[in-house]
């Protein structure tokens, strides 16, 4: 249980660096084609980067509190209704 939290700890701060950081990212990675053509012009790949910093943050948290299962079950049921049953 100790592992997971701490797992989760370190997921969420290596999203919360992806988030705090984007501009570096975009400055060392380059831009994202498709983020700039969908979420504008200007930004968009900053933007896709700090959404990619949230969600890795969110993934780590649901690590940390064991809620992951829940949620890629859920996630899997809305596709494949009889998943698990």
Do not use: Q
Not at 7 to 12: D, K, P
């Amino acid at each position: 249980m100790l592992g997971k939290i701490i797992l989760g700890l370190f997921i969420a701060a290596v999203g919360a660096v992806l988030t705090i950081k984007a501009e570096w990212m975009y400055e060392n990675f380059g831009s994202i084609p498709s983020a700039d053509k969908y979420l504008g012009t200007e930004g968009g790949s900053r933007l896709a980067y700090k959404l990619i910093g949230i969600l890795v943050s969110i993934i780590g948290f649901l690590i940390m509190t064991n809620l992951i299962g829940g949620v890629l079950t859920f996630i899997i049921r809305l596709f494949m209704p009889s998943f698990g049953k």
